[in-house]
């Protein structure tokens, strides 16, 4: 692994070297800092995708990646880079967050957000907000506003006007897309996975330089929900959670499963429990010849991957899937997911720079796990 790790790495630097302005601006001894971003995971298959279809998501995603690496690269927090890159896939009809999120049965766009700082684990998170243009502010202004952690439909709205937090009519969320995917799901009594064909909410982790962590999700849900029912993008520990001890993670896909596997704190919790226990080889040479060889931060980069794909593998077993990004205390943005693709992008102050789509699009650290 690590050797294909290292040469994707090198191939990747070729192709996204960092501007002189960034190299100047990095130092060899600079603190590291490091983003990974998603746009939702799912069925995608790069034959039924047009390369304007592509091209437009890849850019959807550059954006997004952009917006929050210039934030750590000009030495702005990891909070602070979560939202920047949350912002413009909120504002992008073509994810399922703020303009463009999935419909309700009833015809509404109902969405869910949630936010989490490593440094004292504050968090903020809101459910069914149907007039706030980004969802992903409101859940930071609850973290740092209110007393609460989590507030819901029409009080949290209320609480946003005591903020001054943007709003947008209800027809602002509403894209043709979506509202043909609900009427497609109702004529065909199929179910959201059906026609969604991906969870597209968005989310993004950072590592900032003075190593603090944080993690934002934001969705609309799943396609046809109703009664009130709750994903677990604004759910703390199971769509978002982040600890400066461990790690910070977001996810997205099949919801039930990600809440009851609790998958960002499984994994933040698995891999804090390990790094107190130091990074022992784990029996890892039999199956990895030359494991014995690697360093501390190798040993943190396949311990936190390995980590990963075993909690999505539980989620696989109860039947879910979906996917996760994360990023570690060392600077490594991963990525896990046992779908056939994940809209995705890292960045890191090494000058890795990179988006992808499918599976197998970057080899190195980015994990499949459809076989588990
Ligand atoms: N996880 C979200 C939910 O279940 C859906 C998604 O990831 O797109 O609401």
Same mark, same amino acid.
């Not at 989490?116 to 907000?129: N, Q």
């Not at 007393?147 to 709003?167: D, P, R, S």
């Given at each position: 692994m690590k050797k294909a790790m290292l040469a994707a790495l090198a191939a990747l630097f070729?192709?996204?070297?960092?501007?002189?302005?960034?190299? =100047?601006? &990095?130092?060899?001894?600079?603190?590291?800092?490091?983003?990974?971003? $998603?746009?939702?995971?799912?069925?995608?298959?790069?034959?039924? &995708?047009?390369?304007? %279809? %592509? @091209?437009?998501? /890849?850019?959807a995603l550059q954006e997004a990646l952009d917006a929050g690496?210039?934030?750590?690269?000009?030495? *702005?927090? @990891?909070?602070?880079?979560?939202?920047?890159?949350?912002i413009p896939m909120e504002n992008s009809p073509l994810f399922n967050a703020g303009k463009g999120a999935v419909f309700t049965w009833e015809g509404r766009n109902e969405l869910? !957000?949630?936010? &989490?700082?490593? %440094?004292?684990?504050? =968090?903020?998170?809101?459910?069914?907000?149907?007039?706030?243009?980004?969802?992903? +502010? +409101? !859940?930071?202004a609850v973290r740092t506003e209110s007393? $609460?952690?989590?507030? &819901?439909?029409?009080?949290?709205?209320?609480?946003? !006007?005591?903020?001054?937090?943007?709003?947008a009519p209800p027809e602002y969320f509403a894209t043709e897309a979506r509202r043909e995917a609900l009427e497609r799901m109702k004529a065909e009594a199929l179910s959201a996975l059906d026609v969604d064909t991906k969870f597209g909410t968005v989310g993004a982790v950072a590592l900032d330089m003075e190593g603090n962590l944080a993690a934002g999700t934001s969705t609309g849900g799943m396609t046809g929900k109703r009664w009130g029912r709750i994903g677990d993008a604004p759910v703390i520990g199971a769509g978002t959670y982040a600890d400066n001890r461990s790690c910070a993670?977001?996810?997205?896909?099949?919801?039930?499963?990600?809440? #009851?596997?609790?998958? @960002?704190?499984?994994?933040?919790?698995?891999? #804090?429990?390990?790094?107190? /226990?130091?990074?022992?080889?784990?029996?890892?040479?039999? $199956?990895?010849?030359?494991? /014995?060889?690697?360093?501390?931060?190798?040993y943190a980069e396949f311990d936190a991957?390995?980590?990963?794909?075993?909690?999505? @593998?539980?989620?696989?077993?109860l039947g879910g899937? *979906?996917?996760?990004? +994360?990023?570690?205390? /060392?600077? $490594? =943005?991963?990525?896990?997911?046992?779908?056939?693709?994940?809209?995705?992008? #890292?960045a890191d102050s090494s000058g890795m720079r990179e988006v992808a789509i499918f599976g197998g699009d970057v080899e190195a650290g980015a994990s499949n796990t459809p076989d588990h």
């Open positions: 070729a192709l996204t070297a960092p501007s002189a302005a960034e190299e =100047a601006a &990095m130092p060899a001894d600079q603190p590291k800092w490091s983003i990974a971003i $998603h746009g939702g995971a799912g069925t995608l298959d790069p034959d039924r &995708m047009t390369p304007e %279809r %592509r @091209a437009a998501y /890849e850019a690496a210039k934030v750590l690269a000009s030495g *702005g927090s @990891a909070m602070e880079a979560v939202k920047a890159a949350i869910d !957000a949630s936010i &989490m700082d490593g %440094r004292d684990r504050s =968090a903020g998170a809101v459910t069914g907000v149907t007039t706030i243009k980004n969802p992903i +502010l +409101l !859940a930071d007393e $609460h952690v989590f507030l &819901m439909g029409e009080g949290a709205e209320q609480f946003a !006007a005591t903020q001054g937090i943007e709003t993670v977001s996810a997205t896909g099949w919801g039930e499963y990600f809440i #009851r596997v609790g998958v @960002a704190q499984e994994i933040c919790t698995r891999l #804090r429990i390990s790094s107190v /226990e130091g990074k022992p080889d784990r029996g890892w040479s039999v $199956h990895y010849p030359g494991v /014995e060889n690697w360093t501390t931060d190798d991957q390995m980590t990963a794909d075993a909690v999505m @593998a539980e989620v696989k077993q899937d *979906g996917g996760v990004i +994360l990023v570690t205390p /060392e600077g $490594h =943005a991963l990525f896990s997911f046992n779908t056939t693709g994940m809209y995705r992008g #890292r």
